[in-house]
């Protein structure tokens, strides 16, 4: 073992958990949640420099699941189809035993972007991914640098 470093503490996915609305997502095999930065420029005299000031935020990410069931079109369909809005809240946990913690974060004013109706390929397990998009987060948990 390396001095200062535990690869044991390393961060296994396996251990994973989504939850939709309340309700825990097992087919869930990924889940990423990503927050873009936008920019403006900010001019300077006497620099070359492209200086940059934080402008707004671009929040997405995507759920890939085993194909199990049709909980996304039973959730979305008929939302969409009466022109409704779905908005959702999304819950990444992250517990590995091994880790110094777990890291637990909530998506807010979830919005998926896609809808997947069929997608499938003979002699292969079934996956779906959905993309959405947020607007907020909160960390609920978080791991402490050790």
Same mark, same amino acid.
């Not at 974060?105 to 998009?133: E, M, R």
């Given at each position: &073992?390396?001095?200062?470093?535990?690869?044991?503490? =390393?961060?296994?996915?396996? /251990?994973?958990?989504?939850?939709?609305?309340?309700?825990?997502?097992?087919?869930?095999?990924?889940?990423? =949640?990503?927050?873009?930065?936008?920019?403006?420029?900010?001019? &300077?005299?006497?620099?070359?420099?492209?200086?940059?000031?934080?402008?707004?935020?671009?929040?997405?990410?995507?759920?890939?699941?085993?194909?199990?069931?049709?909980? &996304? =079109?039973?959730?979305?369909? #008929? &939302?969409?189809?009466?022109?409704?809005?779905?908005? /959702?809240?999304?819950?990444?946990?992250?517990?590995?035993? #091994? =880790?110094?913690?777990?890291?637990?974060?909530?998506?807010?004013?979830?919005?998926?972007?896609?809808?997947?109706?069929?997608?499938?390929?003979?002699?292969?397990?079934?996956?779906?991914?959905?993309?959405?998009? /947020?607007?907020?987060?909160?960390?609920? #948990?978080?791991?402490?640098?050790?």
């Amino acid at each position: &073992m390396n001095k200062g470093y535990d690869e044991r503490k =390393a961060i296994n996915g396996t /251990f994973g958990t989504v939850t939709l609305e309340g309700d825990v997502v097992r087919e869930a095999t990924a889940l990423k =949640a990503e927050v873009g930065l936008k920019y403006l420029d900010v001019p &300077m005299c006497g620099s070359l420099a492209e200086h940059k000031k934080v402008s707004g935020l671009s929040c997405n990410g995507s759920i890939t699941m085993t194909k199990t069931n049709s909980r &996304m =079109a039973i959730k979305l369909s #008929d &939302m969409i189809k009466k022109g409704k809005t779905p908005v /959702f809240t999304i819950i990444s946990e992250l517990d590995d035993p #091994d =880790a110094y913690g777990a890291e637990r974060i909530v998506l807010k004013n979830c919005q998926f972007s896609t809808l997947t109706l069929a997608d499938w390929t003979a002699n292969q397990i079934g996956s779906i991914t959905q993309n959405f998009t /947020f607007t907020d987060w909160e960390y609920l #948990d978080m791991i402490e640098p050790q």
